[in-house]
């Protein structure tokens, strides 16, 4: 039948023909043959492969056309390409699978003996496997089998299981059936294979099979991909008493937050008082990672509590309160250098806790109790500044938190914060620069600078004048913070807000409309 112009024009916007030629591929024809095989056995075997219809035909493939650039192919010629791969895929997956079966009923010990039974397992896909087996055998070990052999003894049986996933996997569960050493048969072999092993043996109830693959389980090692399989492949297969050995390993007495919190607090506390610098470093690092991936889990997870983190804050401060005190005295005999690290530790102690407290949302107190220590404050001002610098650095961890809103605490509290501990880590910032690497100077100065501005105008006013002045005087060695003095002067001389004056032009009128 003849096409008219105007649908072979949608044809070639579609892609379903060339716009070069405007003519039709010639027909495909694929010969199907159904092909019965049989594994490398002698003449007596009573097994039998019979794989499904295969798209590939035994008769040499006719000559193919040269093929089509990519670019100039038809949306139907790509689609079958797509499809032919596809197939080629599937053709290499199920000679692998008929090779795999193969094997497996070469090693058979039914293989050369007269049986009673025609068991045949078939795929989803249709492949096929028959074997000749013993009632006996499969009697004795599945209760699924002798419910179903049950009757009319000394007569020959055939029994189908249909739509099997893994036609393999049932082949060797029955190979089980016939082995006396479950145990080392099954050494050696993946967790994913036993994994199936363990789902056909629940399926046909055989309890040997099951047993062995749930001490395999218990036995080996799994990896984390591994873990999370053998969990739902027990907890769907609900074998009840029988899988407790296998999860222990991953699930223990319900937890309490008291417990938790003891456990929680021994391990800070390890790395908080640890003697060796790496592996407190290592520590550290390990401890800080597993609990910010426990924050992304579910709510349901057990977590550090705030009460653990406080009372370690609480310890760490005393601890640097008596460092501070020692080093003010004056005593030749302490050596200075063991003073400075004391000093530094305690500061990094602190700082590793409050990191944790903002990753946890529980910063807010920390703020006040840090605003609060004045004491600390007058003893840190009575010290060289090489020793006490890293103090400084805690005072700049929480600006910058809360110059990211990740702190969010009353001005009152911003304010008092700005009050007790400016004036220090203005004297140490060149300290903290030129001594850690760690220190960001443009991430200090931007926290300090955004923690400012979230005051009142005048308080601004007052802590940037001071800044402007110690600036002219001590140059880099403080706080570059000029665009916290840029804003404060635009809002104090350019864009002047009067507060308490309405100048809102809106108008709301009442009407009443008759019913």
């Known amino acids: ?118 068991l045949a397992v078939v795929g989803r896909d249709g492949f096929r496997v028959s074997m000749d087996v013993h009632k006996s055998v499969l009697a004795e070990k599945s209760r699924f089998f002798a419910e179903k052999l049950r009757r009319d003894r000394g007569v020959s049986h055939s029994v189908e299981i249909s739509d099997c ?62 873990e999370e399989k053998v969990i739902s492949h027990i907890n769907q297969l609900q074998l009840h008493d029988s899988d407790t050995e296998v999860l222990l390993r991953v699930s223990s007495e319900p937890s309490t937050s ?86 530094a530790r305690e500061a990094d102690n602190i700082q590793w806790i409050v990191d944790i407290l903002v990753d946890k949302k529980m910063g807010d107190e920390f703020v006040k109790l840090w605003a609060d220590q004045k004491d600390l404050a007058s003893l840190h001002s009575k010290i060289p500044t090489m020793y006490r610098h890293e103090i400084s650095r805690i005072t700049a961890q929480l600006c910058i938190a809360i110059g990211r809103g990740h702190i969010l605490v009353p001005k009152e509290t911003r304010f008092s914060l700005l009050s007790t501990w400016l004036e220090p880590l203005y004297e140490d910032f060149g300290w903290m620069r030129r001594a850690s690497r760690s220190v960001d100077k443009k991430l200090v100065e931007d926290g300090l600078s955004q923690t400012i501005l979230t005051l009142p105008l005048p308080q601004q006013q007052a802590i940037l004048l001071n800044w402007f002045d110690r600036f002219l005087n001590k140059g880099y060695d403080c706080p570059n913070i000029q665009r916290a003095f840029e804003v404060w002067w635009r809002r104090a001389f350019v864009r002047q807000h009067a507060t308490g004056q309405d100048t809102s032009q809106l108008q709301i009128t009442v009407c009443d409309y008759p019913n």
């Open 1 to 118: 039948m003849a096409l008219k112009s105007r649908e072979v024009s949608a044809m070639i916007r579609q892609g379903f023909i060339s716009d070069q030629t405007l003519s039709f591929s010639p027909s495909r024809t694929t010969t199907t043959a159904t092909r019965v095989y049989s594994p490398a056995l002698s003449p007596t075997s009573n097994t039998l492969l019979s794989p499904p219809a295969s798209p590939l035909s035994s008769s040499p493939a006719p000559a193919q056309p040269p093929a089509r650039p990519a670019h100039s192919q038809t949306l139907y010629e790509m689609m079958s390409d797509e499809q032919n791969r596809e197939s080629r895929l599937s053709d290499e997956k199920r000679r692998k699978l008929h090779d795999r079966v193969a094997r497996l009923l070469d090693e058979a010990p039914f293989r050369n003996a007269a049986g009673d039974v025609r």
């Open 165 to 226: 996933d893994d036609v393999d996997v049932y082949v060797e569960a029955v190979l089980l059936m016939y082995c006396e050493d479950l145990k080392r048969r099954l050494t050696g072999e993946d967790v994913s294979k036993v994994l199936g092993l363990l789902k056909v043996s629940a399926a046909i109830m055989f309890d040997a099979g099951i047993m062995s693959c749930l001490e395999y389980l218990e036995a080996v090692p799994w990896s984390e991909d591994e």
């Open 258 to 343: 008291t417990r938790s919190d003891d456990i929680f607090l021994r391990l800070l506390n390890g790395v908080l008082q640890a003697k060796d610098d790496k592996a407190r470093r290592e520590m550290k690092s390990l401890i800080s990672r597993l609990l910010r991936e426990d924050a992304t889990n579910d709510s349901n997870r057990l977590d550090v509590s705030k009460d653990v983190l406080y009372h370690l804050c609480h310890r760490c401060l005393s601890s640097l309160i008596l460092c501070l005190s020692e080093a003010t005295c004056v005593d030749e005999r302490r050596d200075r250098g063991v003073l400075m690290g004391e000093i």
